[in-house]
């Protein structure tokens, strides 16, 4: 599959007195943009995408879309031969270590199955999705991650499960997380942190969310909440840390970047998810850095000008630069608004992209295209000044961002050795891949050299069992 079709599949601190200007982060305006629309998506190994549910007609279909070499035209085939055992709307997919998906939950749809189906479970009952919906759901778009031991992380309403898919067993109940209701309607966000080491810890950040309430009463002027948990999911004994964001929050997008950092951006201060139904724009990105102590980790970036509601999504592009796009509170297309439909794209660019860091940012000249499990390769980098110490080698995956959560966004940072100069003035670093499927599924990721911070641009690696 070439870069082109990838690429095109792929684009589918507390806050102080400080000026704007004195904050970091550019943001640029790009190309009009065609609209969002709410789906249920992941990739598949081979690089294809597919889609499963929706509303109405598409209530129990599954659709695929498999790239083709530039000049050739592709289009969504719906699958004639499968469909779903059970309709799902607002569900939520995660690619699983031999490359299947698995499809969790959905409005009335209290269960999971799998794609390609497995015919002797069909639709697996799935009661914690019924015992944590409350009077406005708030159990929807799930926040699923799969955890480096196999099991997945399932977050819905104020509480996550520990779940083993291939006995359908809850394995684990972790504590109420407090701050109220974190899933759609009452949308914040979640992502796992990024794996390293030995990769046997995986942490999960839950932040945002609203009033319990504002869905049903239809309030659009209920402040947000700004608290963000914690928990390290893998621990026998995990509690959840609490800390809070500069600004509350409802809609925004959680992207973890190619540092291992996260960029919570888009999204309103006030208000809940769904149409009509939020105010106060927040226009201010926020960086969170997992590996600073708590009370240092949140870091205020310099604000867009466009309001990013309800059905806005962000992701992360090879340059490093964040894609954001999209934004309609309306239930048609509505131009002339306080916050109309939003058919503009823009890039943001974090501070490691600055003009002063450009000269050690790393370019990434060598790679294989293809890569097995645990296999050691060699990673090829120039950098402009000399490097000093380690430069980290990273995995970013291609997630599908919808609903303020990135299904399937996964980050691993690889064993790397330091890196020796060749004859040619490039430096050469010893890479191991990831051990398995259960730290990273197979499937095309994103590959980030990344020097005291700053990441290269990326290149495609296919990793293959």
Not at 26 to 54: C, K, N
Not at 115 to 136: K, W
Not at 245 to 252: A, D, E
Not at 409 to 432: H, M, N, S
Request: hydrophobic fraction near 40%.
């Amino acid at each position: 599959m070439s870069i082109t079709s990838k690429l095109l599949l792929f684009l589918f601190f507390f806050f102080n007195a400080a000026t704007a200007a004195d904050l970091p982060g550019v943001w640029e305006l790009l190309v009009p943009d065609a609209g969002i629309a709410s789906m249920h998506t992941a990739f598949l190994p081979d690089g294809s995408l597919i889609q499963t549910g929706g509303d109405l007609d598409g209530f129990k279909k599954i659709r695929k879309f498999t790239p083709c070499e530039p000049g050739l035209f592709c289009d969504w085939e719906e699958l004639q031969d499968l469909e779903l055992y059970q309709g799902r709307w607002y569900a939520t997919n995660q690619i699983l270590p031999d490359g299947s998906i698995i499809i969790i939950g959905g409005k009335t749809a209290n269960s999971v199955e799998f794609f390609p189906p497995r015919t002797e479970i069909g639709a697996a009952n799935f009661p914690f999705l019924s015992e944590v919906e409350d009077n406005q759901m708030d159990n929807l778009y799930p926040y699923v991650h799969l955890l480096p031991n196999g099991e997945v992380f399932i977050f819905a309403n104020n509480k996550a499960v520990l779940y083993d898919y291939n006995t359908n067993i809850v394995t684990k109940t972790y504590p109420i997380l407090e701050g109220g209701p974190r899933n759609y309607p009452s949308a914040g966000s979640s992502v796992m942190l990024a794996l390293t080491g030995d990769y046997s810890s995986a942490t999960v950040v839950v932040c945002g969310g609203a009033e319990y309430g504002a869905y049903l009463q239809r309030t659009t002027d209920s402040p947000a909440h700004g608290s963000c948990g914690r928990i390290e999911a893998t621990r026998p004994d995990p509690v959840w840390e609490m800390e809070d964001m500069p600004f509350g929050r409802i809609m925004g997008d959680m992207v973890m970047l190619p540092t291992g950092d996260v960029l919570i951006i888009n999204g309103a201060q006030a208000g809940t998810q769904g149409f009509e139904l939020a105010s106060e724009p927040c226009l201010y990105p926020v960086l969170y850095r997992p590996d600073q102590p708590l009370g240092l980790r949140f870091m205020t970036l310099n604000p867009g000008t466009v309001p990013r509601m309800y059905h806005s999504t962000a992701n992360l592009l090879p340059d490093g630069r964040i894609l954001i796009a999209g934004s309609n509170p309306h239930y048609f297309y509505k131009f002339n608004a306080e916050f109309p439909t939003e058919l503009r794209i823009e890039a943001f660019s974090p501070e490691y992209l600055s003009a002063d860091k450009a000269n050690i940012r790393p370019s990434l000249v060598e790679l294989p295209e293809r890569v097995g499990y645990g296999e050691v390769f060699e990673a090829g980098v120039t950098v402009e000044l000399p490097v000093v110490g380690i430069v980290e080698v990273n995995f970013a995956s291609a997630p599908f961002a919808t609903h303020s959560f990135s299904q399937g966004q996964r980050v691993v940072k690889l064993l790397v050795e330091t890196p020796a100069v060749d004859g040619g003035g490039r430096y050469k670093i010893k890479c191991t891949a990831p051990p398995n499927g259960k730290v990273a599924p197979p499937g095309y990721y994103m590959v980030f050299a990344v020097n005291q911070g700053v990441p290269s641009v990326a290149k495609w690696v296919q990793l293959v069992a």
